[in-house]
């Protein structure tokens, strides 16, 4: 787990580098900060939710480029409460907003990341239980007058598992909602 919070982190520290790298830089920062609860469905099997944060500065296409972090759960979901399977999945991601002037703005987003199911029990060590994640999902973002946004989007994994060569509680098909609050805005 050290790893991938390591991984996120490095991620994260590379982007904003590439930004500071500009000449022009400083008219970017501080861009707009969102930070929300993110609820995700794997189709036909668990409920996952956590926290994600999407930043967006206007020197990156005029603000069409948008960089997030996100961290979602079966603990904060289908697995608090009951034997569901504990599975999280830590991500990163860059998407592209159209219409990005507009209060309704469709995007499309790619996802790279870890996830790792915790099967509890010794038996199941034979089992794979990790995966590096590469997804793809595409949706609409709403910005309200108010300082919230809202996210929704249908994604697909693209290695999900199959239990022998991968995760058997990776599915492929996912569905998002995302609920941002707006941290800080230029």
């Given at each position: 787990m050290?790893?991938?919070t390591a991984l996120c982190l490095l991620c994260l520290v590379f982007v904003w580098d590439l930004a500071a790298q500009s000449s022009e830089s400083n008219e970017c920062w501080p861009g707009t900060l969102k930070g929300g609860f993110r609820i995700q469905k794997a189709q036909k099997l668990y409920w996952e939710n956590g926290f994600a944060f999407d930043y967006a500065c206007p020197k990156w296409l005029d603000s069409r480029i948008h960089f997030g972090a996100s961290y979602a759960?079966?603990?904060?979901?289908?697995?608090?409460?009951?034997?569901?399977i504990k599975q999280d999945?830590?991500?990163?991601?860059?998407a592209y907003h159209f219409r990005h002037q507009k209060a309704l703005q469709?995007?499309?987003?790619?996802?790279v990341g870890y996830f790792h199911a915790d099967y509890e029990?010794?038996?199941?060590?034979?089992?794979?239980?990790?995966?590096?994640?590469?997804?793809?999902?595409?949706?609409?973002?709403?910005?309200?007058k108010f300082p919230?946004?809202?996210?929704?989007?249908?994604?697909y994994q693209l290695n999900a598992g199959t239990g022998?060569?991968?995760?058997?509680?990776?599915?492929p098909v996912f569905y998002q909602m995302s609920i941002f609050y707006t941290i800080f805005k230029k």
């Open positions: 050290k790893k991938t759960s079966t603990r904060f979901g289908s697995a608090l409460g009951s034997n569901a999945n830590y991500l990163v991601s860059a469709p995007f499309t987003r790619l996802n029990e010794a038996f199941f060590d034979v089992l794979p239980n990790s995966a590096f994640l590469t997804s793809i999902d595409a949706g609409v973002y709403y910005e309200f919230m946004t809202l996210s929704l989007s249908a994604g022998m060569a991968g995760p058997g509680t990776l599915f």
